[in-house]
């Protein structure tokens, strides 16, 4: 099973600043198949990225993915109030289908 | 896309329960299906997946052979039946739509629903 460790734990940044959150996988994340997803409290979780890079529609041009193999991270450029949020990562590459534990993204 | 699930509840541990899932906005024939669960206040697992036609499913270790997973096409339904449930099964239970057909990563979610398994 590949377990994805998500750092920092808790983020706390004001509106405007960068956020760049980590996603680090215990084996190789083939074909780059890693998503973002973020989570408001009492909301599901909405899809971000995939494939590391590929916004999904609708997504903002301020949040970006990247990495490879084993680290992986997601960049929101300049903070919105509204993107203070859980945000977790997953691997799609390998069975079973694992979730990061999450960072919370704060406001300062 | 609008996924609403529903059927959640507290039950008593060994109890079964299903839940459901009605689909719209898109063809809901077309695309595979899966249950995440989370425990609130905490992480995202995956559970379960089911193909576009209903023939093929596939469990996490922790719930097969005591969840399964089955949909309805002609009434846009996804359903979990549940029995032999735990305490460690409980949380909020989402349907989410697949990218497309095994793609796994999850482009739509209902609102979720919640399961309490307790004495």
């Known amino acids: 099973e590949i377990v994805l460790t998500q750092s920092p734990g808790i983020l706390s940044l004001s509106p405007g600043e960068r956020a760049t959150l980590s996603c680090r996988a215990t084996q190789s994340v083939s074909s780059n198949y890693l998503a973002w997803y973020q989570q408001k409290p009492g909301q599901a979780p909405r899809l971000l990225i995939f494939a590391t890079s590929t916004r999904a529609t609708g997504i903002p041009d301020r949040f970006s993915g990247s990495g490879s193999e084993t680290d992986f991270s997601l960049t929101i450029s300049r903070l919105e109030p509204e993107d203070f949020a859980m945000y977790y990562c997953q691997q799609y590459s390998n069975s079973p289908w694992t979730f990061g534990q999450g960072t919370m993204v704060e406001i300062k | 896309v609008h996924l609403l699930e529903s059927g959640g509840g507290l039950v008593q541990p060994g109890e079964s329960l299903t839940l459901s899932c009605a689909a719209s906005g898109f063809t809901f024939s077309s695309y595979w299906m899966h249950w995440v669960r989370q425990v609130p206040g905490k992480g995202l697992m995956w559970v379960s997946r089911i193909n576009s036609p209903g023939s093929d499913t596939a469990y996490a270790d922790s719930v097969r052979g005591r969840f399964t997973i089955s949909r309805d096409n002609a009434k846009n339904t996804l359903f979990l039946h549940m029995s032999g449930l735990r305490a460690e099964d409980s949380g909020v239970y989402y349907c989410?739509?697949?990218?497309?057909?095994?793609?796994?990563?999850?482009?739509?979610w209902g609102q979720g629903t919640l399961v309490t398994v307790s004495s």
């Open positions: 989410a739509r697949d990218h497309g057909t095994g793609w796994y990563y999850f482009e739509n």
